[in-house]
Structures are given as structure tokens and as C-alpha cells.
């Protein structure tokens, strides 16, 4: 097996000292007055011998490992793996890598893979807040360590994050509906106190509030499981009869209520109107195609980054926290025609 190559070898072929050699890989040379010969020299043995330097030795040098930890509950998820899509364009332009993982809805997995990243001494964190995860985002976040939340955050918490204006979205969805004359609309969401969930529920019920419409609401406990969310789905529509219409606050809510109303063999002429926060493809081909809330992955994404990068690279700490809301869109499909229009959705 080839020996690797290491910053004394490069010393000993030389006959200099290994801090000549390390202030010469390090950029410092000229700072350090290490003549140019001498410099050419160690970048031409470096070059010839394709010496690779020790990245967590050089982090303990410099204070940086230009590491990145990003952390979700699912990263399969379409909304997260678009944003860790675009974060990773964004992080290489940058100079940046990213160590992407999920915490599948575990306070413990959580724990483990916030020591794994203490461990690699990543430079700062964008994180989709773990449900339960409040106490040890604010440790983090205490040590001066950069957190950028995003999809979700907690009052409580002082940091930097970018979410959605998930109320108002979810009050202009509704708006949507009822102006094309459905009456008895459903919302579908998870048991859970995460923000951006109590956000959309609060939109829905105010949009039906004002219009004195009946709120009919089915909070579903998610466990990750497909059987139990469809059981539960399952027997929301049974006694729900009088639904012309339905939100689902998330696409994977929607994915198992698309499977639950297929399971039942509802008749096109009978299945409500169908709605859906956060776009994604299979909506688009689903019959009728499904309208969706979309939210701005790619400016979501370019935001985190935007602040994340102005933090690691300030060399002051900066007092102010970013905190920005971002505008959804309401793409308009078959699946919520106009109610008179409803046989066209067959």
C-alpha cells in the first residue's frame, strides 16, 4: 500500500523545517517572509507528490472546516431533499460541504447526529427543528455556533431562520375554495404542537370563520407509518360524508390520503375536491391533477445559505438575527374546479 504522504516527508526531502513547509501550504509564506524560492519549491514536491493536507488538523489551525451539518426529520421528503438540493449547489459555489441527515422523528437519533457533527466540528447548522428538540437547539445555539432554522421554529428560540407565511397560505388556499363554492371543506393535519402545522390550522380556521362555514378537522397521529395513518384517514372520511372538499397540510398527509381514498374505491363523481400544502410531482399526473400550495424551495434555500455564509464569514459577531418570511403560490389544478364545474374532474 502507497505510504501517505505527510508534511514531514515534504521537510525531510527539502532539508526545512516543517513549520516553513506549513506556513507555505497554509497560504502564510509571504507573511512569514519565506523567500519565493523557497515557496516554489514546497508547492512543486506538494504538487509532484499530490500531498493532501489533514482536514480536521488544518480545522484546528484555521477554526474552520468549511462543513455544513443539515438536519431533518426525512430528507427522502420531496420538500427537504429540493432544499438539500439547491443548498448543495450553493454550498460548493461557496466553497462549502454538506453533511446531510435525518432524524426520522427520533429525539435520540437527534442527539446522536448533533454529537456526530460536534465531532466534525462543523462550521454552523441548518436545521429543520426536531419536534422535542427546543432545550438542545438553545445550547447550540449558545455556544455562538451559527443556526439557521428553517420549515419550522420556536418563538422562544433567538436565531436567525427562514420559513413561510404558512397562516396565510393556508387562509388564501381555503379562500380558494370556498370561492369556487365549496361549503363543507375538511383539513387534514398532523397531532403535533410544530409551529408551521399550528400555522396552517390557524389559517384554515380563520378563512372558515369568516365565511361562518362549519370547521370539520381530522389531526391525525403520524407515526411514520402508512397503515395507521390510512386506518385513521380511513375511518375521518367514513364519518365525514358531507365533505365536498379537503386540505391536507403536507404532502406526505396527502400521499396517504390519496392511498386511503383509493383504498375505499370512491367514485370521481363522489371524492372531494382536493387540495394540498407543498407541491410535488406526482400531483401534477395524479387524475384529476391535485392543486398545491408551492413554496419557494430554491429561494428558501438561497436564503439559508445567504445568511449561514454571512455569519461564518464575518469576523465580527453579528447581534442581529435574520428572520425572513417568505411568499407561497397557489397553483390551481382540476382537482378544485369550480363545484358546477365538478364533472369535469372525472
Same mark, same amino acid.
Given at each position: 500500500? +502507497?505510504?501517505? %504522504?505527510? %508534511?514531514? &516527508?515534504?521537510?525531510?526531502?527539502? @532539508?526545512?523545517?516543517?513549520?516553513?513547509?506549513?506556513?507555505?501550504?497554509?497560504?502564510?509564506?509571504?507573511?512569514?517572509?519565506?523567500?519565493?524560492?523557497?515557496?516554489?519549491?514546497?508547492?512543486?514536491?506538494?504538487?509532484?507528490?499530490?500531498?493532501?493536507?489533514?482536514?480536521?488538523?488544518?480545522?484546528?489551525?484555521?477554526?474552520?472546516?468549511?462543513?455544513?451539518?443539515? /438536519?431533518?426529520?426525512?430528507?427522502?421528503?420531496?420538500?427537504?431533499?429540493? %432544499?438539500?438540493?439547491?443548498? &448543495?449547489?450553493?454550498?460548493?459555489? @461557496?466553497?462549502?460541504?454538506?453533511?446531510?441527515?435525518?432524524?426520522?422523528?427520533?429525539?435520540?437519533?437527534?442527539?446522536?447526529?448533533?454529537?456526530?457533527? =460536534?465531532?466534525?466540528?462543523?462550521?454552523?447548522?441548518?436545521?429543520?427543528?426536531?419536534?422535542?428538540?427546543?432545550?438542545?437547539?438553545?445550547?447550540?445555539?449558545?455556544?455562538?455556533?451559527?443556526?439557521?432554522?428553517?420549515?419550522?421554529?420556536?418563538?422562544?428560540?433567538?436565531? &436567525? !431562520?427562514?420559513? %413561510? &407565511? @404558512?397562516?396565510?397560505?393556508?387562509?388564501?388556499?381555503?379562500?380558494?375554495?370556498? *370561492?369556487?363554492?365549496?361549503? *363543507?371543506?375538511?383539513?387534514? $393535519?398532523?397531532?403535533?404542537?410544530?409551529?408551521?402545522?399550528?400555522?396552517?390550522?390557524?389559517?384554515?380556521?380563520?378563512?372558515?370563520?369568516?365565511?361562518?362555514?362549519?370547521?370539520?378537522?381530522?389531526?391525525?397521529?403520524?407515526?411514520?407509518?402508512?397503515?395507521?395513518?390510512?386506518?385513521?384517514? $380511513?375511518?375521518?372520511?367514513?364519518?365525514?360524508?358531507?365533505?365536498?372538499?379537503?386540505?391536507?397540510?403536507?404532502?406526505?398527509?396527502?400521499?396517504?390520503?390519496? =392511498?386511503? /381514498?383509493?383504498?375505499?374505491?370512491?367514485?370521481?363523481?363522489?371524492?372531494?375536491?382536493?387540495?394540498?400544502?407543498?407541491?410535488?410531482?406526482?400531483?401534477?399526473? !395524479? $387524475?384529476?391533477?391535485?392543486?398545491?400550495?408551492?413554496?419557494?424551495?430554491?429561494?428558501?434555500?438561497?436564503?439559508?445559505?445567504?445568511?449561514?455564509?454571512?455569519? /461564518?464569514?464575518? +469576523?465580527?459577531?453579528?447581534?442581529?438575527?435574520?428572520?425572513?418570511?417568505?411568499?407561497? +403560490?397557489?397553483?390551481? =389544478?382540476?382537482?378544485?374546479?369550480?363545484?358546477?364545474?365538478?364533472?369535469? =374532474?372525472?
Amino acid at each position: 500500500m +502507497k505510504k501517505k %504522504i505527510q %508534511i514531514k &516527508d515534504i521537510a525531510n526531502e527539502l @532539508n526545512i523545517s516543517i513549520t516553513t513547509v506549513s506556513f507555505v501550504i497554509n497560504g502564510k509564506a509571504q507573511e512569514k517572509n519565506i523567500s519565493k524560492a523557497v515557496t516554489k519549491k514546497v508547492l512543486d514536491l506538494v504538487e509532484k507528490w499530490g500531498y493532501q493536507p489533514n482536514t480536521l488538523a488544518k480545522s484546528l489551525r484555521t477554526g474552520k472546516t468549511n462543513v455544513i451539518g443539515f /438536519l431533518v426529520d426525512d430528507i427522502s421528503e420531496p420538500f427537504f431533499s429540493r %432544499i438539500a438540493h439547491h443548498l &448543495d449547489q450553493k454550498a460548493s459555489e @461557496n466553497g462549502y460541504k454538506i453533511l446531510f441527515s435525518s432524524t426520522h422523528n427520533s429525539y435520540e437519533k437527534a442527539i446522536e447526529l448533533l454529537q456526530i457533527f =460536534r465531532d466534525r466540528h462543523v462550521d454552523g447548522y441548518i436545521m429543520a427543528l426536531p419536534e422535542g428538540f427546543e432545550a438542545e437547539t438553545k445550547k447550540l445555539i449558545e455556544t455562538n455556533t451559527p443556526v439557521v432554522l428553517f420549515d419550522r421554529y420556536v418563538q422562544e428560540l433567538q436565531t &436567525d !431562520y427562514v420559513v %413561510i &407565511d @404558512n397562516a396565510g397560505a393556508t387562509f388564501n388556499a381555503t379562500q380558494h375554495l370556498i *370561492n369556487n363554492g365549496y361549503q *363543507n371543506i375538511g383539513f387534514v $393535519t398532523l397531532e403535533t404542537d410544530l409551529q408551521q402545522m399550528v400555522d396552517r390550522l390557524a389559517g384554515y380556521e380563520k378563512a372558515m370563520e369568516e365565511h361562518k362555514l362549519p370547521a370539520t378537522i381530522k389531526k391525525v397521529k403520524y407515526q411514520r407509518s402508512e397503515l395507521t395513518s390510512i386506518e385513521q384517514m $380511513t375511518a375521518f372520511f367514513s364519518s365525514e360524508k358531507q365533505l365536498d372538499a379537503v386540505i391536507f397540510s403536507a404532502n406526505y398527509i396527502c400521499l396517504d390520503g390519496l =392511498r386511503t /381514498l383509493k383504498q375505499m374505491e370512491i367514485s370521481p363523481a363522489l371524492k372531494p375536491a382536493l387540495l394540498s400544502f407543498d407541491d410535488f410531482e406526482l400531483l401534477e399526473f !395524479y $387524475t384529476p391533477p391535485i392543486t398545491a400550495v408551492a413554496q419557494p424551495v430554491q429561494e428558501i434555500a438561497e436564503s439559508l445559505m445567504k445568511i449561514l455564509l454571512s455569519k /461564518l464569514e464575518s +469576523k465580527e459577531q453579528e447581534s442581529a438575527f435574520k428572520q425572513i418570511v417568505l411568499s407561497t +403560490k397557489l397553483i390551481e =389544478r382540476e382537482s378544485t374546479l369550480p363545484k358546477n364545474q365538478h364533472k369535469k =374532474r372525472e
